[in-house]
Nanobody, 123 residues
Framework: QVQLVESGGGLVQPGWSLRLSCAASGSIFKVNAMAWYRQAPGKQRELVATITSGGSTVYADSVTGRFTISRDAAKNTVYLQMNSLKPEDTAVYYC?????????????????WGQGTQVTVSS
């Protein structure tokens, strides 16, 4: 069993910053790629940023230069530093991870998701 738990969301004004965290726990052998997605009301879930186990990153055009994804491998945790926030960044933010888990017969691969954390940017 694996859990992803997000934290750090909230209500901020335009131009402010927030830092989201997502910690993976459970029967983890290895965490591969980790990512942040977001879903605004009435819209499809979209990819915000990804980071590989080697530290390579990819960002959506809409957040490039404002958001930074990072990870702490020892803590199985991924972060999203969000600067210069805009009202259009308002959404529920979800983390996901590709995880190699320990099972009774050896190892298995799963894609795990967090429960989401609300980010609201409004004056």
């Amino acid at each position: 069993q694996v859990q992803l738990v997000e934290s750090g969301g909230g209500l901020v004004q335009p131009g402010w910053s927030l830092r989201l965290s997502c910690a993976a726990s459970g029967s983890i052998f290895k965490v591969n790629a980790m990512a942040w997605y977001r879903q605004a009301p009435g819209k499809q879930r979209e990819l915000v940023a990804t980071i590989t186990s080697g530290g390579s990153t990819v960002y959506a055009d809409s957040v490039t230069g404002r958001f930074t994804i990072s990870r702490d491998a020892a803590k199985n945790t991924v972060y999203l530093q969000m600067n210069s926030l805009k009202p259009e960044d308002t959404a529920v933010y979800y983390c996901s991870a590709a995880i190699v888990v320990k099972i009774t017969t050896g190892l298995g691969d799963i894609d795990s998701w967090g429960q989401g954390t609300q980010v609201t940017v409004s004056s």
